[in-house]
């Protein structure tokens, strides 16, 4: 009898998993019913879900359904495939925020979704079809990112040969990556920043759901990961609104959260017809 115990749990769990994915898949209902559409925020690199908590917190008091997911930061097809599988448990219209490189994750996750209605990036990557992160980034001047990289390998199943993660030295943290923040905040985020696959970094983009989806733009004038320069030439390219934040470093969500909430609610009205 003993080893059957193992086994009905396993089937409990199934059971479970099972209805949780039901009860997610019917999370934004109230969006179907023409209410608030589910905000999707993606992170980047060096980041995590809770540097959206300010932006996440604004749009819950306002009434928009919201979800950040845990953006794996392995490769780009992988990364995209799992936003987008959030995405599809979601009823109703979508908006998809990216920062950094989640922007190119939005990009991708994007396409192809007849209930995203807008994309918005934040200080974030929106390539175009072939390009890379690392290809973007260094097309302009002005990125301090790659002075202050450094990797560690990690095994890959099933090849003899070691990926390798970037992290920003936490040494230069704060001036690099976050420098309108105090450093007591930052010291924080440095220990915690979840590394980018070199890989994914460098990986071609696929066709951009910029054009076929609406796009909405967030410009950090103080950027020292992508240069501001890179962020208009994007925006213009997808046609994206933009609004620029004078000063604001590579987290302008974290440390002008109003703007960045704004440019939402922006591409939510001008998607439901003006609506607010």
């Known amino acids: 009898m003993v080893p059957e115990v193992p086994s009905r749990r396993l089937v409990l769990g199934g059971a479970l998993a099972a209805g949780a994915v039901t009860a997610l898949g019917a999370a934004a209902p109230a969006s179907a019913t023409g209410a ?21 917190a604004r749009l819950l008091d306002a009434g928009y359904p919201v979800i950040a997911p845990a953006n794996p930061l392995r490769d780009l097809a992988g990364d995209s495939a799992y ?19 989640g922007g190119e994750v939005i ?25 890379s992160a690392l290809q973007l980034a260094g097309r302009f001047p002005g990125s301090q990112l790659e002075a202050a990289l450094v990797g560690r390998p990690y095994p890959v199943p099933g090849s003899p040969d070691p990926g390798l993660d970037g992290y920003i030295d936490p040494a230069k943290f704060h001036d ?11 010291r924080l985020m440095a220990t915690a920043q979840r590394p980018g696959s070199v890989g994914g970094l460098s990986a071609p983009s696929g066709v951009p759901a910029w054009r076929s989806v609406p796009s909405w733009y967030v410009v950090a004038t103080a950027d020292r990961v992508i240069p501001p320069a890179a962020q208009r030439f994007m925006a213009e390219r997808a046609g994206s609104r933009t609004v620029e934040v004078r000063g604001a470093s590579h987290v302008v969500m974290m440390s002008h959260p109003d703007a960045v ?13 003006g609506r607010s």
């Open 36 to 56: 608030r559409p589910t905000v999707v925020l993606v992170h980047g690199v060096f980041a995590d879900a809770s540097g959206w908590n300010a932006v996440t």
């Open 107 to 131: 990009t991708n996750a994007g396409r192809g979704n007849a209930n995203v209605k807008a994309l918005v990036y934040v200080a974030a990557f929106a390539p175009d079809e072939g390009e």
């Open 83 to 101: 936003v987008r599988s959030v995405v599809d448990t979601l009823t109703g219209p979508v908006i998809l925020v990216g920062h950094s490189y």
């Open 261 to 273: 909430v704004r440019q939402i609610r922006a591409a939510d009205r001008a998607t439901r017809g």
């Open 176 to 186: 690099v990556f976050a420098q309108d923040l105090p450093r007591s905040t930052t």
